[in-house]
């Protein structure tokens, strides 16, 4: 399984950019890189996926470089309510159900402030 | 109506009692998940289904006993409960997805069991 490296915590302010980045040295050909959002008391929730360059949607973009080895979740313009933890996960989606992609790690904390 | 639903939201219990949660998912998807976070906010998975056969169980003691009636539900029976047992416990489902959509996730709201 690709392993994941995240900061523990950051911290940041209302209406900043927030870049957080994941290393992910070991990811195979097939695997995807997957973000998610888990604020107190609730499950996590999907935020982005990409495989390569950069992936944009209404919440989130994600960079990711040639090599593949780190990818960096970009939160624009952030609110109060953007404070939750952060997961990266790598996998191949494998559609059977297997672990890969499953390991959720620590997350990266993220704390903005006014 | 609710992708992902789990109950108990809350469950308090001895040790040594048995319980179950439920977990009931309304997508459509082929595999749910069985994922426990400990206080330390680790999430790790317990337990996978594809259509209703066991696909992964890492490591997780026997006390614990996953049944799946059908695609729709994944239900975890807890024996013997200890109190290593206390964590929330959150159920999740998954498609396979075309193109881009790998194995996206969906998260039901967790079952904090504590565990006196």
């Known amino acids: 399984l690709a392993k994941t490296t995240q900061p523990i915590s950051m911290d940041s302010y209302e209406g900043q950019e927030v870049n957080i980045t994941c290393s992910h040295n070991?990811?195979?050909?097939?695997?995807?890189i997957t973000w998610y959002q888990q604020f107190p008391s609730q499950g996590p929730r999907f935020i982005i996926q990409?495989?390569?360059t950069k992936v944009t949607n209404e919440v989130a973009s994600l960079f990711i470089p040639a090599d593949r080895k780190s990818s960096t979740l970009s939160l624009p313009r952030v609110s109060l309510s953007d404070t939750a933890v952060y997961y990266c996960?790598?996998?191949?989606?494998?559609?059977?159900?297997?672990?890969?992609?499953?390991?959720f790690g620590k997350g990266t904390h993220l704390i903005i402030q006014p | 109506d609710t992708a992902v639903s789990q109950t108990p939201k809350y469950l308090v219990t001895q040790m040594g009692n048995d319980k179950s949660i439920k977990c009931e998912q309304n997508?459509?998807?082929?595999?749910m998940y069985w994922y426990k976070q400990d206080s330390k906010k680790f999430l790790k998975i317990m337990f996978s289904?594809?259509?209703?056969?066991?696909?992964i169980n890492e490591t997780v003691p026997n006390r614990f006993s996953p049944k799946s009636p059908d695609k729709a539900h994944l239900n975890l029976h807890i024996n013997s409960l200890e109190l290593g047992d206390s964590a929330v416990y959150f159920c999740?489902?998954?498609?396979?997805?075309?193109?881009?959509?790998?194995?996206?996730?969906?998260f039901g709201a967790g079952t904090r069991l504590s565990v006196l």
């Open positions: 999740a489902s998954s498609s396979p997805g075309q193109g881009a959509a790998k194995n996206i996730q969906y």
């Open positions: 070991n990811i195979a050909t097939n695997d995807y």
């Open positions: 990409g495989y390569k």
């Open positions: 996960l790598v996998g191949a989606g494998y559609s059977g159900g297997g672990a890969d992609g499953l390991t």
């Open positions: 997508l459509g998807h082929d595999t």
């Open positions: 289904y594809n259509n209703k056969e066991l696909i």
